[in-house]
């Protein structure tokens, strides 16, 4: 049971550069996110997606944009990359939309824009 | 005010003590409250839920939920070395949202 795959697991852009990170699930859970990590300032959610068909902005979105493919996929795109978006970035999902149900993380992916 | 609030430590216990780990939240409306694991250079991990106003136990583990005083804690028994990980609160909804603390550092000591 893989859970929630996300990848790459590395990477390094160049400022400007654009990028997109893929995660997929294989819990059928319905809602998914997309979070990111820095020092000293826990987890903030960047977009989530409620269900299969819907996306909304969370906390920190500007500089992002989103797509929910299927179900199981969720991808997340740097569209020009700054080197404020260095950060750890942690997909998860959770089985309905709503602070209820649990979250599971993906393994992250670290993010260096020089 | 921060909406969720975790003293960033690092807590530092001997093995086999109680470790204390707390967090307070602004929103008196909060009815989720999560306690997550995360291993140096991991994925956050789920170790405790908790909904109701009292202690929750599972294992080692007591959660404490006090919604008047809008504090939620998380108590270590037996404290183990591989017990040493960050500890994030997570609360909701906000919104219909979950919300991080930025989470407890907690060093056992062996």
């Known amino acids: 049971n893989a859970g929630v795959t996300q990848t790459p697991k590395f990477q390094v852009l160049k400022t400007g550069q654009s990028m997109t990170l893929q995660c997929a699930q294989d819990m059928n859970h319905n809602s998914m996110y997309w979070y990111r990590q820095d020092p000293g300032m826990g987890l903030r959610l960047i977009y989530y997606?409620?269900?299969?068909?819907?996306?909304d902005k969370g906390e920190v979105p500007n500089g992002y944009n989103v797509s929910r493919l299927n179900k199981r996929e969720f991808s997340l795109r740097l569209e020009s990359a700054a080197p404020s978006q260095t950060s750890v970035y942690f997909c998860a999902s959770s089985e309905k939309q709503g602070t209820d149900s649990p979250l599971h993380f993906g393994n992250g992916t670290r993010l260096t824009v020089t | 005010q921060k909406e969720v609030e975790q003293n960033s430590g690092p807590l530092s216990v001997p093995e086999g003590a109680i470790a204390s780990l707390n967090c307070t939240y602004s929103d008196r409306g909060s009815q989720s409250f999560f306690w997550y694991r995360q291993y140096s250079g991991k994925s956050p991990e789920l170790i405790m839920s908790?909904?109701?106003?009292g202690d929750k136990e599972d294992g080692r583990f007591t959660a404490q939920l006090n919604k008047a005083s809008q504090y939620v804690s998380l108590l270590i028994r037996d404290s183990q070395p591989s017990d040493s990980a960050t500890y994030l609160c997570a609360v909701g909804p906000y919104g219909n949202k979950l919300v991080f603390g930025a989470g407890t550092i907690l060093r056992v000591k062996s």
């Open positions: 997606s409620a269900s299969e068909g819907t996306t």
């Open positions: 908790i909904y109701s106003n």
